[in-house]
């Protein structure tokens, strides 16, 4: 297996959300709002939609939802 880069991309959100996300990820183990992104998004993709429990969809959508996500 080769160590090769990982291929990124540049998203842009508004100031505000980046900022709720800043003071929600402090003294947790992200340390940074793109950690806690990529995250939140494998969480999400790596799932099969039918598999994930409808109360566990429904916590990370409204976390989602409070910071401007959704």
Do not use: H, W
Not at 37 to 45: A, D, Q, R
């Amino acid at each position: 297996m080769r160590n090769e880069p990982i291929s990124q991309r540049e998203l842009r959100l508004p100031a505000d959300l980046c900022e709720a996300a800043e003071r929600l990820i402090k003294g947790t183990r992200f340390k940074t709002v793109e950690d806690l992104l990529s995250f939140v998004l494998k969480e999400l993709t790596s799932r099969d939609g039918a598999q994930m429990e409808a109360q566990e969809r429904k916590v990370i959508e409204e976390r989602l939802r409070d910071l401007g996500y959704l």
